[in-house]
């Protein structure tokens, strides 16, 4: 005698659902993360066309060679 039951579809397993869930959430995730990188490089695009650095770049006076360097002891401070 032959039994009449058959297996449940493998889209109605426990490990199918949970492999969608997961895919479906890394997708999500992807998604979001590239609309949030596009809408960073819009901001930045959009601000004065570079000219905020351009103005940090010519306050710099580079004194040893192209470098920039923090010398703290050479301000001598009367207290």
Known sequence: A?????EAPFYEEWWFL???ALSSL???LLVVF???LHGQSKKYKNCNGG??????EESV?????GFTAL???S????I
């Open 2 to 6: 032959l039994s009449a039951q058959t």
């Open 51 to 56: 000219k905020t650095i351009s103005n940090v």
């Open 75 to 78: 301000r001598h401070l009367n």
């Open 26 to 28: 890394i997708l999500i």
């Open 71 to 73: 010398e703290l002891n």
């Open 18 to 20: 949970l492999v969608m």
């Open 34 to 36: 590239v609309l949030v």
């Open 61 to 65: 006076t580079l004194d040893n060679g």
